[in-house]
């Protein structure tokens, strides 16, 4: 049981920080010029805090799945909504830092959203240890959400 238990959170961190090994490689290769020419308004934080507020998200994440995993009423759907919420997230470094369209990146980040809050409601049926993990995410997104919408609206 604990050799399931050990392989289940390796494949789920695994799935889980694919969506920050391509984010990160997307924003450092293609980020710059790009992202410093942008109008930023006084709400960014600065940009050393992206890296370590994202590996807190993603270690929430994967916890948050694999307690759901392991609870007695999880359902497969629920971790199919997971994989497909995994690739949004990954597409939006993507459409932003790699593409350069704020508008469509702010599309993906709300259908991000939904899925979150889909993830949220399903995880509070089932596992409300898995449910607290995803708020700070959910939280950390709809601030995400104002500050793509900010820069779309000044530049």
């Keep these: 049981m604990l050799k399931n238990k050990f392989l289940s ?8 920080f694919s969506a920050s090994f391509i984010g990160g490689l997307v924003s450092i290769t293609l980020k ?7 109008i930023r308004s006084n709400f960014n934080p600065p940009d050393w805090i992206f890296a370590p507020v994202w590996t807190t998200l ?3 994440m994967t916890l948050a ?8 009423k999880r359902d497969v759907n629920t971790i199919y909504i997971y994989f497909i919420h995994i690739i949004f997230n990954a597409t939006w470094s993507v459409v932003f830092f790699g593409l350069h369209q704020i ?12 899925f979150i809050i889909i993830l949220i409601v399903r995880f509070k049926r089932v596992n409300f240890v898995s449910y607290y993990l995803m708020i700070p995410y959910l939280l950390w997104c709809l601030y995400a959400l104002f500050l793509n919408f900010n820069l779309m609206v000044l530049n």
Excluded: C, Q, R
């Design 9 to 16: 959170l390796i494949l789920f961190s695994i799935v889980t």
């Design 32 to 38: 710059e010029p790009w992202y410093s020419g942008l």
């Design 58 to 60: 993603y270690i929430m």
């Design 103 to 114: 508008f469509f990146a702010l599309v993906v980040l709300v259908i991000l959203i939904i």
């Design 65 to 72: 799945i694999w307690f759901f995993w392991h609870s007695k």
